[in-house]
């Protein structure tokens, strides 16, 4: 599902999901054990799903780069500042960091996951400069993570590499490097409420609910849920934002523009190495479970039309991956 182009609070890939999680200040007669027990579950489990979409989006990103227009720098690095909250000491004690910036999710195989970077190491400095020399701002800010993420997207840009000051706990300090490797730009954000899957032409923003990890209710399986993320990236990729402005956002363009995304999110996961079809089972079931047949919005097709469109998508792709060890969406994929 396509939306319209929000320039402002979006970041790179795997750098930082949009997200103000709300944990309200624990009771002053409440147990500080147990306070700080709850704050670190709810903190494991925001983390657990924030890896899960990194992952994918890592994955979607650098196995697709070669066949982007403007591949970037990228070392699957996601940042946390503990000011984000609106009781930043909770978190800093429940997280066991002292520092206001942390790391909050690496993807594998990343350059940051191979410099051996965990959730809740702290990072003291980025290049040259010292989180200590943050502005201050108000608890339930996120200004001061976006202009961390823009530093490090310069940095990568300039160099293709950035230097970092972490520290783990007690630890000693110690300096990483990491150097990026090409990915498709993009930006993957998790929503802390709500199940809406949305694309706005940089960022694929993930409703929580579609992201879940452990909880039972609905969970998809990895290649559902990279299909997905596949989905709402194919709408970047493909420019969909830019070219509904121009041509209108009229229910048959809309509905151009998501059948072209389908297609093409058989390609993205044949690539990441995800299986294709999980995109057509996602159609036969969370798709028909969450269809509202004649009450459906006319910019979107049935699940079963949809399904049909994936499955028929998937004997061109091979045939363009035998042809070329890749599927090369960009020299074979056809356009609506």
Known sequence: MMVPNVAARSLRLAQWPF???????????????????????????????DTRL???????????????????????????????????????????????????AVAPDSPAARAGLSPNDAVLAIGSWSMADLPSVPAGDYTRLKTLHDRIDGLLADGGKIRLR???????????ELAGVPACPGRFELRTQGGKAQADGSRVLIGRRFGAAKR?????????????????????????????????????????????????????????????????????????????????????????????SMESEIAPMRAAMERRGAADWSRDFLRE
Request: some cysteine; overall charge negative.
């Open 216 to 308: 039972p209710s609905d969970v998809l399986e990895e290649s559902e849920f990279a299909a997905v993320v596949a989905h709402e990236f194919a709408h970047n990729l493909l420019g969909h934002g830019d070219w509904l402005e121009r041509e209108g956002r009229g229910w048959g363009n809309i509905r151009r523009t998501e059948r072209e995304a389908d297609r093409l999110s058989v390609w993205l996961l044949a690539n990441a190495g995800y299986d294709p079809a999980g995109a057509v089972r996602l159609m036969r079931g969370w798709g028909r479970r969450n269809d509202l047949g004649i009450l459906r919005l006319p910019t979107h097709e049935g699940w079963d039309e949809r399904a049909a």
């Open 166 to 176: 972490v520290k783990r706990g007690s630890d000693e300090e110690r300096e990483v």
């Open 54 to 104: 990194q992952t994918v989006g890592w994955r979607l990103a650098t196995a697709n780069a070669a066949f982007c227009a403007a591949a970037r720098p990228a070392v699957g690095l996601l940042l946390q500042d503990v000011m984000n909250y609106n009781d930043p000491g909770s978190i800093r004690t429940a997280l066991g960091i002292s520092s206001d910036i942390a790391v909050q």
């Open 19 to 49: 997200w103000l999680l709300i944990l309200a200040a624990a009771p002053a007669h409440a147990a500080p054990d147990a306070d700080r027990l709850e704050v670190g579950l709810a903190m494991e489990a925001l983390q657990l799903d």
